[in-house]
């Protein structure tokens, strides 16, 4: 529960400032309290817009699927021996996983418990956060905050840290199971075969079904991992990039030599790869392995982890010349305006308190919404976890110092 209300308090943002009592103010306050009143206002509805815009529901209920539907029932055949391929764990580790499951437990069965107390309270949170800024920052900082939640660019900032984030939420059971299997199978993979003329002299030569299956695989691996695609998207966001300000003129011919450069070796190995590849690759495999390997390259699994890379690419590189201009104007506006100015550590710390006293007062509430076997089995869970790095830490400290020590005999 400790580490549920740290994060709520990392999330929170922070703020400066004392309330002063209303009867205390006189009339001539009137129009700062106006000022924050309007404050509040404005960040309650930016903090609307940015929550659906960062996609951030959306990240954090893929994390609770995946874990709910995939890796928590993998870890469990893991702990039962159910895993093609699996290490042999021993008495420790399978404790360690044992503490894991159990978190994990604990933490979706709380998720679900304090979901609808969450959406029950949502504009509170919102109100409570915005008041806390309100204090934090100045009108003109608030304007800004919306001016950059409207540039296209933010929005691809987004949409690149949700692609990322599906390259591990984005698997099923079933998924996760057949990755298992493919990477048991490559631990047992051995290269140095009988029939391989790189370190037998006398070992024969493949045949030419052995070199047209090779062929086959190599083809089907560069269409599945789109490395084409990926490379062309890459290299035309880095010659966009060498255009705009971000990069000083008097570099922009040594960018470009070197996009040119790295295109030319690309494009050589990839010829190398395809004239001498298959000839290598059926040397070192018989038919068996060739025929595992291809099946591999052609798995599902293969072929959706390879599209969840494109993905991120492909958002990290939609960035256009007028995108990064004008989060460059953004910038350089701000900073002649003087806004979001380094606070001194005082301030810092006033925030930091601040924070922590407001991720706790709604951590309570979000503590209190849990059923009580829920509340206890998370609070017993995080202290197992957390008791594996005081025993690590031990266990360290116990180590003997073998040096000697100055005076010392030794035999």
């Not at 008041?131 to 003109?140: F, G, V």
């Not at 601040?354 to 995080?382: C, H, Q, Y």
């Amino acid at each position: 529960m400790r580490q549920f209300i740290n994060a709520l308090a990392i999330a929170l943002p922070v703020a400066l400032g004392v309330l002063v009592p209303l009867s205390a103010i006189g009339g001539g306050a009137y129009a700062q309290i106006e000022d924050t009143r309007e404050k509040e206002r404005r960040l309650r509805e930016l903090i609307s817009e940015a929550l659906p815009a960062s996609r951030l529901p959306e990240i954090y209920a893929d994390f609770r699927r995946v874990l709910r539907d995939a890796y928590l029932p993998s870890m469990r055949d893991a702990a039962k021996g159910d895993t093609a391929g699996k290490p042999e764990f021993d008495a420790e580790m399978m404790q360690h996983m044992g503490k894991v499951i159990s978190l994990l437990h604990y933490s979706l069965r709380a998720g679900d418990e304090a979901e609808p107390f969450l959406n029950q309270h949502r504009d509170e949170i919102i109100a409570d956060i915005a008041r806390l800024q309100a204090q934090y920052l100045s009108a003109a900082e608030i304007q800004a905050l919306g001016e950059l939640l409207d540039l296209p660019a933010m929005r691809k900032v987004f949409n690149t840290v949700y692609a990322a984030t599906r390259l591990v939420t984005d698997y099923s059971y079933q998924e996760l199971r057949s990755y298992y299997q493919m990477t048991a199978w490559f631990r047992e993979l051995n290269l140095s075969a009988e029939n391989n003329p790189f370190t037998k002299p006398d070992a024969r030569a493949p045949s030419p079904e052995l070199v047209s299956k090779a062929q086959g695989i190599i083809n089907d691996f560069l269409r599945v991992s789109r490395v084409d695609e990926m490379v062309a998207k890459v290299t035309r966001f880095m010659k966009e990039v060498q255009q705009t300000d971000l990069v000083p003129e008097a570099q922009r011919e040594e960018i470009r030599a070197g996009l040119e450069k790295f295109e030319f070796f690309y494009n050589l190995q990839k010829s190398m790869m395809l004239a001498v590849g298959p000839s290598a690759l059926a040397a070192v495999m018989n038919q068996e392995q060739l025929e595992k390997l291809h099946l591999l390259v052609l798995a599902p699994v293969t072929a959706k982890s390879f599209r969840l890379v494109d993905e991120i690419v492909r958002e990290a590189t939609s960035f256009s010349k007028e995108d990064i201009a004008a989060v460059q104007k953004f910038a350089d506006d701000t900073k002649k305006k003087g806004l979001f100015k380094e606070r001194s550590a005082e301030d810092k710390a006033r925030l930091e308190a601040a924070a922590k006293a407001l991720g706790e007062a709604w951590g309570e509430r979000v503590k209190g919404s849990l059923t009580p076997e829920t509340r206890e089995g998370l609070e017993r869970s995080i202290q197992a976890m957390e008791s594996i790095g005081k025993e690590k830490a031990i266990e360290d400290d116990d180590v003997e110092d073998d040096t000697p020590v100055p005076g010392q005999r030794t035999l």
